[in-house]
């Protein structure tokens, strides 16, 4: 049996009289690419703050890296990244500057994060613009780059949150590139995402729906399940019967 | 500890990388300085006048070189050209005028009295009174010179002092205010902007998720704009002393001190509106039109607080900086020492440690 990593048990949020979250129950493995799919509005979001150790939930239980999210935030936290869709690096920093910053952040030696973002600057072929602010750089650039310094503590799991927002298909493409390395490096990827081609890259995915979780499992088999020939098109079913809209 | 050097490392960068905010840090005080120093000045100099002399003779031309001789007019002669005086008001070119009158020497030792006339362009009252308060000392001052000679009546001579600036110079004053306000400016504004900075950049959310501790992040932005707002404090000091020739006659480190604090004081508020606002243009409203108004108004260097209505006194007391200038003017400008000013320090203390809770309080831990 493969480590859980992430594992919700009834997890549930409520703000007020409105229940955001409503009674979710999954498990991720280990160096596994969980989808994590949702019209806007579904509770996605809330989902994910509680799993990154932001927000508290009103009921159910969930551990995350082996931290219960209610008492072991700090330690939730030091084991996570997170991308957001926001761009998010400094764009007055230099490459080399950001990746010792966030290094920093996370409290890694000063030796490590010298030898370690040398690494990274050669595998991402970024040698001649080390020194060069962020802020010049292309987007789907900085999208990649915001990736390794996300995974840059060697987190168990990274959150990426609609990662691939106004990236070029090309670069996209590239981007899953770098996720499944991480995946095969043993880093678990819990990914949300509006592109369903990139839903069916996962090796799971679960689907949102008014803050319940209404399906989940490998896109080969939520495609038979819900007889249709695309996970847009189970999506779409799934969605459908929405009753909340928008943010 | 290791984690908030790096952080504060990477403020550094920002504020020297951002020219923007570079030429707010340090152009401000010089601009602002030159500024009130120079150009802004209330102090009434080099005045141009009139001197309508009809008489002409000894004790006339006496009277005449005796305003000549001040700093405060610039003269111009005429003689017996009444109708001139009232073209050159109009033309604006004279703010006063002396009129003596043609018997003016004779009048004064046949029958002991004499008339003078002073005309004053009053559209700018303040300027006119100072101006006839000055022709009226040196005509006195020249009948008592007279009088040394024949013996006097029965006499009172005031002799005045004006304390803590006794050649008045005018900068005395707008020093310490406007060290109020550039701190005002730079560590409200700069600290909310540089926040919300974060905020909208999408990197407080990176930030949150990190185990950095949230009062951690506002620590480190606090403390690179305290460095700076020192050095900036040595600036203006530097400047006043040499530019303006204000000397600083109070204990230096005790000055430093309250300014810490003051310093303090504004940080606090410029977290205070970077925890309320979500945009960068929204907290660099709210701290200039905010904060900076209210600190023109009522620190009391550019309008006396005492002519206030009482409600605005109130209002008055609840800016720091007003009580901010009242400790520079004692320590710097007096040189008095902290038994003097402890009551405006623990109104500044009090305020700060308010501020600061509160803003502790509000800063929100999880992303709304």
Redesign the interface.
């Known amino acids: 049996m493969p480590d859980k990593v992430i594992s919700c048990n009834n997890l549930s949020k409520q703000f007020g009289g409105f229940t955001a979250v409503n009674k979710i129950s999954f498990e991720v493995d280990k160096g596994e690419i969980f989808g994590f799919l949702g019209a806007n509005g579904a509770g996605k979001t809330t989902a994910m703050?509680i799993l990154?150790?932001?927000?508290y939930p009103s009921s159910g239980e969930a551990t995350v890296a082996g931290f219960d999210v209610y008492h072991k935030q700090?330690s939730i936290?030091?084991n996570?990244g997170?991308?957001?869709q926001?761009?998010?690096?400094?764009?007055?920093?230099t490459i080399l500057?950001n990746i010792?910053?966030?290094g920093?952040?996370?409290?890694l030696p000063r030796k490590d994060i010298r030898q370690r973002s040398n690494d990274l600057v050669q595998h991402l072929g970024l040698e001649k613009e080390a020194k060069k602010?962020v802020g010049e750089l292309p987007l789907g650039w900085k999208q990649k780059l915001a990736f390794s310094v996300?995974i840059f503590h060697r987190p168990k799991i990274v959150?990426l949150d609609e990662p691939t927002g106004g990236v070029d298909p090309v670069t996209r493409r590239q981007f899953w590139d770098m996720i499944y390395e991480a995946a095969a490096s043993g880093i678990t990827v819990f990914v949300t995402t509006h592109y369903m081609d990139e839903a069916e890259y996962c090796n799971r995915v679960s689907v949102m729906v008014d803050g319940k979780v209404e399906a989940l499992d490998t896109p080969a088999n939520l495609k038979k399940q819900f007889n249709s020939d695309s996970i847009d098109d189970v999506f779409y079913k799934l969605a459908r019967g929405a009753k909340r809209t928008g943010d | 500890m290791?984690?908030l050097?790096?952080?504060i490392?990477?403020e550094f960068?920002?504020v020297f990388?951002?020219r923007r905010t570079l030429l707010i840090l340090f152009g401000l005080p010089v601009v602002q300085i030159v500024l009130f120093g120079y150009a802004l000045t209330s102090e009434v100099k080099n005045i141009h006048m009139l001197i309508a002399d009809n008489a002409n003779d000894i004790n006339s031309q006496q009277l005449i070189a005796k305003i000549q001789s001040s700093d405060y007019f610039v003269t111009e002669k005429a003689i017996a050209a009444y109708t001139a005086i009232e073209s050159e008001f109009k033309k604006g070119s004279i703010k006063c005028a002396l009129v003596l009158p043609p018997h003016f020497g004779d009048d004064l030792l046949h029958t002991g009295k004499a008339q003078v006339q002073i005309i004053a362009d009053a559209s700018d009252p303040n300027t006119a009174k100072t101006l006839i308060a000055y022709l009226t000392a040196i005509i006195g001052n020249y009948q008592q010179q007279l009088n040394v000679n024949n013996a006097p009546g029965y006499q009172i001579i005031p002799e005045t002092r004006m304390l803590y600036n006794e050649e008045g110079n005018g900068s005395l004053n707008f020093v310490p205010g406007v060290i109020a306000l550039i701190f005002m400016i730079v560590c409200t504004t700069l600290t909310s902007v540089s926040v919300v900075k974060e905020k909208e950049?999408?990197?407080m959310?990176?930030?949150?998720?990190?185990?950095?501790k949230p009062i951690m992040v506002l620590v480190s932005k606090a403390v690179p704009y305290l460095v700076l707002s020192l050095l900036n404090l040595v600036l203006v000091l530097a400047l006043s002393v040499f530019l303006l020739k204000v000397e600083i006659r109070g204990n230096i480190i005790l000055l430093m001190l309250e300014s810490t604090l003051f310093i303090v004081t504004c940080l606090s508020l410029g977290l205070l509106i970077s925890n309320n606002t979500s945009s960068q243009q929204a907290a660099m409203l709210m701290s200039m039109m905010g904060m900076m108004l209210p600190t023109l108004l009522f620190t009391g260097f550019l309008f006396p607080l005492e002519n206030m209505p009482k409600p605005l006194q109130v209002i008055a007391n609840i800016v720091p900086a007003r009580w901010y200038y009242l400790i520079v003017k004692a320590v710097m400008l007096k040189g008095l020492g902290f038994r003097y000013v402890w009551k405006e320090t623990l109104i500044l203390l009090g305020m700060t440690a308010l501020l600061l809770t509160i803003a502790l309080k509000k800063f929100k831990i999880?992303?709304s």
């Open positions: 703050r990154c150790g932001l927000s700090e936290k030091k996570i997170y991308m957001s926001k761009f998010s690096l400094y764009e007055n920093l500057e010792e910053f966030f920093g952040v996370y409290g602010l996300a959150f | 290791k984690q050097l790096v952080f490392k990477k960068y920002h990388r951002d950049m999408g990197t959310e990176i930030l949150l998720v990190s185990p950095f999880r992303l």
